[in-house]
C-alpha cells in the first residue's frame, strides 16, 4: 500500500523538509531534503559518507564541491560524490527550489565548519 506523507510533517526548519526512509514507509533506504531557501543561504561545508543528489528546480545556487565552485540554475541535476566536502549557497535573486536525494534511509552528515 502507498504511504503518502504531508511536506509539512516532515518539516525540519523553515526552508526545508527532511524525509528520512529508515523513519518512514518499512525501511525505504533512501532519504530526501525539499528545499526553499532564500537569497544568500545555504549549508555550512559537510560531508555524507554516501553521495548526494541535487536537483535544482527554481533559482540559482554555487555549489562547491571540493576543490569545485559550479553555478547551476534550475532545470539541471548536481551529483557529489560521497566523502566529498560540499554546500552550496543560494546565489540568485530568488528562492531556490531544490531536492537533494541521499542514498541511504538515514542522514549522516559531518559539518565541517
Not at 533506504?29 to 536537483?55: D, K, M, N, Q
Not at 527554481?58 to 548536481?78: C, K, S
Amino acid at each position: 500500500m502507498a504511504l503518502v506523507i504531508p511536506l509539512e510533517e516532515l518539516r525540519s526548519s523553515p526552508t526545508a523538509c527532511l524525509f528520512e526512509g529508515e523513519k518512514h514507509a518499512d525501511g525505504v533506504p533512501v532519504s530526501c531534503f525539499v528545499l526553499e531557501t532564500t537569497p544568500g543561504r545555504g549549508p555550512a561545508l559537510h560531508i555524507h559518507p554516501y553521495p548526494e543528489v541535487f536537483v535544482v528546480q527554481e533559482g540559482e545556487a554555487t555549489f562547491t564541491a571540493g576543490d569545485e565552485e559550479l553555478i547551476v540554475t534550475g532545470g539541471n541535476v548536481v551529483v557529489v560524490p560521497g566523502e566529498t566536502p560540499h554546500k552550496f549557497t543560494n546565489t540568485g535573486d530568488r528562492p531556490l527550489r531544490m531536492v537533494t536525494i541521499h542514498a541511504n534511509g538515514e542522514l549522516i552528515q559531518t559539518d565541517l565548519d
